[in-house]
């Protein structure tokens, strides 16, 4: 059954929440559901129409899979625990990084976190809490990406034949499947969430594993939450609609201390969209990339390239995994 697309421009926030609350309350019944908090704003509004729908009935947790951005999940916590959401963060860094190892093929690696996330992780939180629904914030585009062959999104199931009941053990409710981005900070905002969610930049499933090209390790990630760190900070008043730093597979020559090194290469993305189908690079001033190449060759150990990304989407996409 096809999905019926609700844009921004014909959203109905209020009656949308009513709609969809009802709907996750009628699809869980009696039932226990959970759903895993990112703080991505996709994520965020699952979340709170979860608990407008369910209460107590819905447990929610942070999933840390060691490749979220620096101090990442205490700070989501944080932010929902003013709200008067508790959540509960797992601890899953070696499942994640176990799964990821010598895996170099893009897809391959989507295929091993999802299956880590969702029969591993999830299997066993599933049997732990006796939930029988997982509420999780699936956005048409995701959907759009994945039957197109473009990407393999992580949250893609029924679109591509595969049954969650029977692959997982439960059933997942998908009440953003109408929407893109901009509809979803929609919603956000008309449920009360703060700015910093709402109008926070999409953050991939993934998360870092999307932005370092080839076998994932600990240490590749480190350096690009480092990276990230920086990036964020330098490009913060960008007015962009996501920034984002890629480490490189291949080492290249560079020279430090009159030595040459051959060191590792970041690329920068600044994306102008509005629902991120389509992209174009952010026009961000020289000085402003001299200075952000600047701080990451002498902050991000072992780095000695930094590259800007200058290429529309399509033909290319707006992560480089």
Known sequence: MPIVEITANELDVEKFIKDKTTEISEAAGDDTAINALS?????????????????????????????????????????????????????????????????????????????????????????????????????????????????????????????????FGYKIIEPLLQLRKDGVRKVAEGLGLPEVIFNRPPFPGPALAARVIGAVTPEDVELVRQATVIMEEVLGSVNSFQNMAILHKDRVTGMRNNMREFGRQIEIRSWESTDARTATPMRVDYETLFYLADRITKEVQGVVSVTYHIAKKPPSTMEAV
């Open 39 to 167: 703080g991505g704003v996709d994520s965020s509004t699952v979340t709170l129409l979860g608990h407008k729908a369910l209460g107590e009935k819905l447990k929610t947790y942070f999933i840390d899979n060691g490749l979220m951005r620096k101090d990442e999940p205490q700070e989501v916590v944080s932010i929902f625990s003013k709200m008067g959401v508790n959540v509960e963060i797992i601890d899953a860094r070696k499942e994640f990084f176990a799964a990821l190892k010598d895996i170099d093929d893009p897809e391959k690696k989507r295929e091993a976190i999802t299956q880590t996330f969702y029969k591993k992780v999830f299997g066993r939180l599933v049997k732990e809490s006796g939930a029988r629904h997982l509420l999780q914030g699936t956005i048409l585009t995701d959907v759009d990406e994945t039957v197109a062959g473009i990407k393999r999104q992580h949250n893609v199931f029924e679109q591509l034949g595969i049954d969650p009941q029977e692959t």
